[in-house]
């Protein structure tokens, strides 16, 4: 059983950045891992997913602002938001998706955490 812990969330305005950090409690290195954020109202999204290898994939609407990251050696998946904006603002959690494909469209999660507040204004 694999447990995630996101942190790093936060209130920011418009323009600034964040970086959020997924703590697993094991090794989690073996699964494709990624970013998912739900705003109230709106359907869950995939933000951004990561290989087991470190290439990645991103969200259109993320595309060139956020940045995917892992750290196998520290069992740690980061998000760095740069350019946010007040469509950004949401709950983000991180996941981890054992099942083909390794897309921002997969939500079938193996283990998810329970997530850390984005807040844009």
């Known amino acids: 059983h694999v447990q995630l812990v996101e942190s790093g969330g936060g209130s920011v305005q418009a323009g600034g950045s964040l970086r959020l950090s997924c703590s697993a409690s094991?090794?989690?290195?073996?699964?494709?891992m990624g970013w998912f954020r739900q705003a109230p109202g709106k359907e869950r999204e995939g933000v951004a997913v990561i290989f087991d290898d470190g290439s990645a994939m991103y969200g259109n609407s993320v595309k060139g602002r956020f940045t995917i990251s892992r750290d196998n050696a520290r069992n740690t998946l980061y998000l760095q938001m740069d350019s946010l904006r007040s469509e950004d603002t949401a709950m983000y959690y991180c996941?981890?998706?054992?099942?083909?494909?390794?897309?921002?469209?997969?939500?079938?999660?193996?283990?998810r955490g329970q997530g850390t507040q984005v807040t844009v204004s």
């Open positions: 094991d090794r989690a290195n073996r699964y494709c």
């Open positions: 996941a981890t998706l054992p099942m083909y494909p390794c897309a921002v469209d997969n939500f079938v999660f193996g283990y």
